[in-house]
């Protein structure tokens, strides 16, 4: 059972804008930024959003993120094929003091 | 910065799993990063177990504290998890990372994020 909660998949066709959420609570995501992992089958994770809504470079324009409140979410505008892979967000919890992940979302590209 | 796992491809129940991370293309000693260790369960989420810093501090998982210790060699520029007591609900794909963390003034809140990431190496525990 992860702390965080996401969608266990998402789907959409080429060209769409999906968007992927993250639930967590006070301790943390209510109170710290969040980050976002993708994942190939079989590859580790890459950093792909951080503090909320900071692309590393290399990372392309058509992802964002975004956090109100105790939620994330993570956008992911003109869907390609190679976007095909698993999300995963993180924040850090005041609680636990360790950060937290979610259960991770498939997306796959119709 | 690149990060490479190493260690024993099989390890035995009520064993104690030895891994090091050799890192290239940035110092450990440069104090930028938080030496970080995650894992994954075959098709399952990410857990994180710890992290060290350049001086020796170490920060660990609360549900893995008891069994966990890191360390970090700086003249060969790599850092190393143990795992003790290892059971099959252990097996899983095990990561290095090198972690960016700190706190914002004023508000209080905290960044932790895995800005780069070994490989991984899976490490089955069986008999």
């Known amino acids: 059972q992860s702390v965080l909660t996401q969608p266990p998949s998402a789907s959409g066709p080429p060209g769409q804008r999906v968007t992927i959420s993250c639930s967590g609570n006070?301790?943390?995501?209510?109170?710290?930024?969040v980050n976002w992992y993708q994942q190939f089958p079989g590859t580790a994770p890459k950093l792909l959003i951080y503090?909320?809504?900071l692309r590393p470079s290399g990372v392309p324009d058509r992802f964002s993120g975004s956090k109100s409140g105790t939620s994330a979410s993570l956008a992911i505008s003109g869907l390609q094929s190679e976007d095909e892979a698993e999300y995963f967000c993180a924040a850090w919890d005041g609680s636990l003091n360790s950060p937290v992940f979610g259960g991770g979302t498939k997306l796959t590209v119709l | 910065v690149r990060l490479q796992e190493s260690g024993p491809g099989l390890v035995k129940p009520s064993q104690t799993l030895s891994l090091t991370c050799i890192v290239s293309g940035d110092s450990i000693s440069s104090g930028g990063y938080y030496w970080s260790w995650i894992r994954q369960h075959p098709g399952k989420g990410l857990e994180w177990l710890g992290y060290?810093?350049?001086?020796?501090?170490?920060?660990?998982s609360p549900s893995l504290k008891s069994r966990v210790i890191l360390s970090v060699d700086t003249s060969k520029n790599q850092f190393s998890l143990k795992l003790s007591s290892m059971t099959a609900a252990d097996t899983a794909v095990y990561y290095c990372?090198?972690?960016?963390?700190?706190?914002?003034f004023g508000s209080g809140g905290h960044y932790y994020y895995l800005e780069h990431w070994g490989q991984g190496t899976l490490v089955p525990v069986s008999s």
């Open positions: 503090s909320s809504d």
């Open positions: 060290i810093d350049d001086s020796g501090s170490t920060h660990y």
């Open positions: 990372a090198a972690a960016v963390f700190g706190h914002y």
């Open positions: 006070s301790s943390n995501i209510g109170r710290n930024t």
